[in-house]
């Protein structure tokens, strides 16, 4: 498996869908490259952080080290940007 494949096939993976064959190839792949590894733990710290989207904001962004004046700044196009229901 290549790292582009594994671009490919990383949903799945992480879905836990993939046939049984791919994902022993992923896997090995996986031994062989820091690279993808690294790529495989930003994208699952990437989801962790989008499912906690709607959590509290607060603490969120506390463990994320975000710094606050990003915060206020993101809050303040938030409230710009959004329209009355």
Partial sequence: M???ELTDFILDYVGGTLEPEVRARFEHHLTLCPGCVNYLSAYRATIA???GAFDDED???EQAGVPESLIRAV???RG???RPA
């Fill in 75 to 77: 809050l303040s196009a």
């Fill in 59 to 61: 603490q969120l962004v």
């Fill in 49 to 51: 952080l989008g499912r």
């Fill in 2 to 4: 290549t790292c582009r």
């Fill in 80 to 82: 710009a940007t959004q």
